[in-house]
């Protein structure tokens, strides 16, 4: 964790900085390794500072106690201490997470820090760190990935007509709680016509012989998520479903043959679109192809045709297209994806029903 702290600190000439004050709980947690709860961190050139109050100082200060990293108890004012600390730093000028910071956090501090110290903006420095996977990092996701995939299969056999969205996603719960994990968000469980909804609400519908199911499912294993969709089919599958289901494909392959490192994000959802345009179901599809995983479910880089992002090797990115028809059905499926330096890992292997 010093090592992303210091990574974090050689950026300040670039920066234009003094000090990163750091508001966000998941950018806490990813330069400190510790899951932040009513604290705030103050990152000056020379030191790191944890500023949280009376609940939870004792228990922080263990966690810290062998590492560079200064506790600091506030008592009067959170935005006073955080203040003082970079005054006493002689802090000209103070970078914040300006997408995360509310306005009256923003004015208290200004006011409370004076004329004589300078504002700047830093959207997504600490997420521009996030983005590369470091080495542990990834073997966590891939814990996640296992679990969720062995999720798939154990809701396979469960899956059946005359069963509800409502008691797929309870069964699921059981799951979660056997595995000792947590849901990286609420599943999407839409069956037949309520999964042309792309983000359909579980709701009590039964599912019914010859319709399909969409489950979109991901876990949480030591704060970092998975996020994978499956297609489930009750019965024969109608020619219909089984063309599109096979364009969905059809599209992730043309996406995978282009990411590598170096690619730019929107050439990849071009790849995806393209095929489905050729297959005449460009229409259908209207959200972006993907997104990166990390500690936060959705995070960048964004993959969608108004991205101007470029993969980095072992960036992990979701590719998802999906097509949806009001009335009657949608159909997505979604893997995690490893960029590589030149192609990727398809992390959560290939389909098996």
Request: overall charge positive; glycine content about 8%; aromatic content about 10%.
């Amino acid at each position: 964790m010093e090592y992303r702290l210091s990574k974090l600190q050689s950026f300040f000439s670039e920066l234009e900085v003094d000090a990163v004050f750091v508001s966000t709980p998941v950018n806490i947690r990813y330069l400190t390794g510790h899951l932040a709860e009513d604290a705030w961190l103050l990152i000056t050139r020379a030191k790191t500072f944890y500023i949280t109050d009376f609940r939870y100082i004792e228990h922080v200060k263990k966690v810290f106690k062998a590492r560079n990293i200064d506790v600091i108890q506030f008592e009067e004012s959170l935005f006073k201490t955080v203040v003082q600390l970079a005054a006493s730093h002689k802090v000209k000028v103070f970078g914040f997470e300006e997408n995360h910071l509310t306005c009256y956090q923003f004015g208290r501090l200004r006011a409370l820090a004076g004329k004589g110290v300078k504002f700047k903006g830093l959207s997504g420095a600490v997420e521009a760190l996030r983005v590369v996977k470091e080495a542990q990092e990834l073997d966590i996701l891939r814990q996640a990935i296992r679990i969720n995939l062995k999720g798939f299969s154990f809701i396979k056999k469960f899956i059946c007509p005359g069963v509800s969205e409502e008691a797929v996603l309870f069964k699921l719960q059981d799951f979660i709680r056997r595995e000792g994990v947590a849901f990286s968000f609420p599943p999407i469980i839409a069956s037949g016509p309520n999964a042309a909804y792309p983000h359909a609400r579980v709701s009590g519908r039964e599912l019914k012989s010859s319709e399909p199911l969409l489950l979109d499912l991901g876990v949480e294993v030591s704060g970092y998520k998975s996020d994978l969709t499956r297609m489930f089919f009750l019965g024969k599958m109608s020619r219909s479903f089984e063309q599109n289901l096979s364009a969905i494909h059809g599209a992730q392959e043309a996406a995978y043959k282009v990411i590598r490192a170096g690619v730019e994000a929107k050439v990849v959802d071009a790849a995806a679109r393209g095929f489905l345009e050729k297959k005449g179901l460009a229409q259908y599809f209207g959200h972006s192809l993907g997104h990166g995983v990390g500690l936060d479910t959705h995070e960048m880089p964004r993959i969608s045709g108004k991205s101007g992002e470029i993969l980095l090797e072992n960036m992990v990115i979701t590719v998802e297209p999906g097509v949806y028809f009001p009335g009657r059905y949608g159909v997505r499926e979604e893997e995690m994806v490893l960029v590589t330096k030149n192609g990727c890992e398809v992390l959560s292997g290939y389909r098996d029903h």
